[in-house]
T-cell receptor, first 116, second 116 residues
Framework: DAGVIQSPRHEVTEMGQEVTLRCKPISGHNSLFWYRQTMMRGLELLIYFNNNVPIDDSGMPEDRFSAKMPNASFSTLKIQPSEPRDSAVYFC??????????????FGPGTRLTVL | AQSVTQLDSQVPVFEEAPVELRCNYSSSVSVYLFWYVQYPNQGLQLLLKYLSGSTLVKSINGFEAEFNKSQTSFHLRKPSVHISDTAEYFCAVSDLPQGGSEKLVFGKGTKLTVNP
């Protein structure tokens, strides 16, 4: 299996621009998670989906952030407009939900976002 | 909501020395507990997890962790480390009792550096 695939791996953009991060979960997995990792705040869950439906988006920082999962094999995280404080590594993870948090989450390699 | 404290942000050790990475969580109710490892420029990988049963859980590469309910701790240990164990280690706990949500709460991580 190819694992969780994220693109791009690196993104450098200017403040005010729109940024779209992409994720392809492991085939057959039905839960998908978006995390943000910074030195100051560590690893934070932004949002997670189950069967393409957003379940918990309480970690989404503000209205500039949005996430979609149009089908079981693709999700996007969009930031519009971007700000320098959004600079971080964004991880996508997926799991084969059998009920609750006992399932292993498989992480992608991350997208390193730099907003100038 | 749960919280996770990893008391040491950095732990330097020499090769073949023992190591303990400490993790405490906030709730005394039933939880699921995890250790994930992040090698440089990679996503997180599950190292081991405690769901129920024996309080001592082991990984395939020699790490072990012991669930201590009275002390709300889940410390990670290895009797003899290798250079290849150099990585960042994250402790995580399920957000709701008995894993009622898929959401995990992560600690801020401990950077383990193994020196020759």
């Amino acid at each position: 299996d190819a694992g969780v695939i994220q693109s791009p791996r690196h993104e450098v953009t200017e403040m005010g621009q729109e940024v779209t991060l992409r994720c392809k979960p492991i085939s057959g997995h039905n839960s998908l998670f978006w995390y943000r990792q910074t030195m100051m705040r560590g690893l934070e869950l932004l949002i997670y989906f189950n069967n393409n439906v957003p379940i918990d988006d309480s970690g989404m920082p503000e209205d500039r952030f949005s996430a979609k999962m149009p089908n079981a094999s693709f999700s996007t995280l969009k930031i519009q407009p971007s700000e320098p404080r959004d600079s971080a590594v964004y991880f996508c993870a997926s799991s084969l939900r059998s009920g609750g948090a006992s399932d292993t989450q498989y992480f992608g390699p991350g997208t390193r976002l730099t907003v100038l | 909501a749960q919280s996770v404290t990893q008391l040491d942000s950095q732990v330097p050790v020499f090769e073949e020395a023992p190591v303990e990475l400490r993790c405490n969580y906030s709730s005394s109710v039933s939880v699921y507990l995890f250790w994930y490892v992040q090698y440089p420029n990679q996503g997180l990988q599950l190292l081991l997890k405690y769901l129920s049963g024996s309080t001592l859980v082991k990984s395939i590469n020699g790490f072990e962790a012991e669930f201590n309910k009275s002390q709300t701790s889940f410390h990670l240990r290895k009797p003899s480390v290798h250079i290849s164990d150099t990585a960042e280690y994250f402790c995580a706990v399920s957000d709701l009792p008995q894993g009622g949500s898929e959401k995990l709460v992560f600690g801020k991580g401990t950077k383990l550096t193994v020196n020759p």
